[in-house]
């Protein structure tokens, strides 16, 4: 299997443009997540979808940012307006989540490194 | 809500050199515990894992033990290599009070191993 794909591995922007990130999980994975790393916050559960249906979006920063799941094998991140202090590495994972929870084993992408300038 | 507390970097050691890396958790009932790892340039990986107290987690030469009594989730290993130079990070699950399952992860911690 080809793992989590993520695009693009790299996104340079200015503040106010828009941003999308993108995630292929692994085929039949149920599960899909999507973190923020930075240095001062460390890593951060941003959402997380279960068969497509987002169950928790607490970690979503604030309405500049939203997350869609069309189907089960691609998801969109969001950012309009970004902003500078949105630079980050952002991290799709997904797991199996046949029970809808969090601890089944997350396999990681290899993340999309955002500068917003 | 649960939180994870993990020795802050970075560590550096001679190749075969014994390896620690503390966590402590905070947690109400009984979380799940894991040790992820990040090789520079990549997402992370799933290193090991303990679901309930006294629980023992092991991979590639990797322990750690869930011990209640102590809140902690220790990361060792006897004699570190080079490629085992990367971040490691301590990690839990929780469930906040109205809220859904989540894994809290450690600030994580940088680890160089030299020849």
């Known amino acids: 299997d080809a793992g989590v794909i993520q695009s693009p591995r790299h996104e340079v922007t200015e503040m106010g443009q828009e941003v999308t990130l993108r995630c292929k999980p692994i085929s039949g994975h149920n599960s899909l997540f999507w973190y923020r790393q930075t240095m001062m916050r460390g890593l951060e559960l941003l959402i997380y979808f279960n068969n497509n249906v987002p169950i928790d979006d607490s970690g979503m920063p604030e309405d500049r940012f939203s997350a869609k799941m069309p189907n089960a094998s691609f998801s969109t991140l969001k950012i309009q307006p970004s902003e500078p202090r949105d630079s980050a590495v952002y991290f799709c994972?997904?797991?199996?989540?046949?029970?809808?929870?969090?601890?089944?084993?997350?396999?990681f992408g290899p993340g999309t490194r955002l500068t917003v300038l | 809500g649960n939180s994870v507390t993990q020795m802050e970097g970075p560590v550096t050691l001679s190749e075969e050199a014994f390896l620690t890396i503390n966590c402590t958790y905070t947690?109400?009932?009984?979380?799940?515990l894991f040790w992820y790892v990040q090789y520079p340039g990549e997402g992370l990986q799933l290193l090991l894992k303990?679901?309930?107290?006294?629980d023992k987690g092991s991979n590639k030469g990797f322990e750690a033990t869930y011990r209640k009594e102590t809140t902690s989730f220790h990361l060792e290993k006897g004699s570190v290599q080079v490629s085992d130079s990367a971040v490691y990070f301590c990690a839990l699950s929780d469930r906040p009070r109205g809220g859904s399952e989540k894994l809290v992860f450690g600030k994580g911690t940088k680890l160089t191993v030299n020849p």
């Open positions: 947690a109400t009932g009984y979380p799940s």
């Open positions: 994972a997904s797991s199996l989540g046949a029970s809808g929870g969090v601890t089944d084993t997350q396999y």
């Open positions: 303990a679901t309930k107290a006294d």
